[in-house]
């Protein structure tokens, strides 16, 4: 959480994960935020170090997290921090109701987890 003057301006929500290309864990970064009106103010640059800190100390082997594609202002901080804007991999999903579809049509495929 990013405090000015006593009262709640920004926060960061963080997990760990699991890299088994690294053999290391990886804090995923799921949401960095600041109200627009302390934007620009350090306070992201605050959450963000300390969220780098906490890698450091946990012994991650890396940081990941996603960027929206308008957000130009987040993907140039991050391109000064030295991140690298990953082209290799794909991100997909997949809705609650979409989820229902699949499992309906993929019932008894025969394959059940132990």
């Known amino acids: 959480m990013a405090c000015a003057d006593g009262l709640p301006v920004g926060y960061?929500?963080?997990?760990e994960t699991y890299s088994t290309f690294l053999a290391r864990p990886t804090l995923?970064?799921?949401?960095?935020?600041?109200l627009p009106a302390f934007r620009g103010q350090?306070?992201?640059r605050a959450l963000f170090e300390t969220m780098a800190d906490l890698?450091?100390?946990r012994g991650c082997g890396r940081m990941e997290w996603v960027c929206?594609?308008?957000?130009?202002?987040a993907q140039a901080f991050y391109e000064r921090v030295g991140a690298r804007h990953m082209t290799e991999w794909y991100p997909y999903r997949l809705t609650a109701e979409q989820i229902l579809v699949y499992r309906t049509r993929s019932a008894g495929a025969g394959i059940e987890p132990d």
Do not use: M, S, T
């Open 42 to 44: 350090g306070a992201g």
């Open 28 to 34: 995923y970064l799921e949401d960095l935020f600041v």
């Open 12 to 15: 960061a929500i963080v997990f």
């Open 68 to 73: 929206l594609d308008w957000n130009r202002n």
């Open 55 to 57: 890698a450091v100390e």
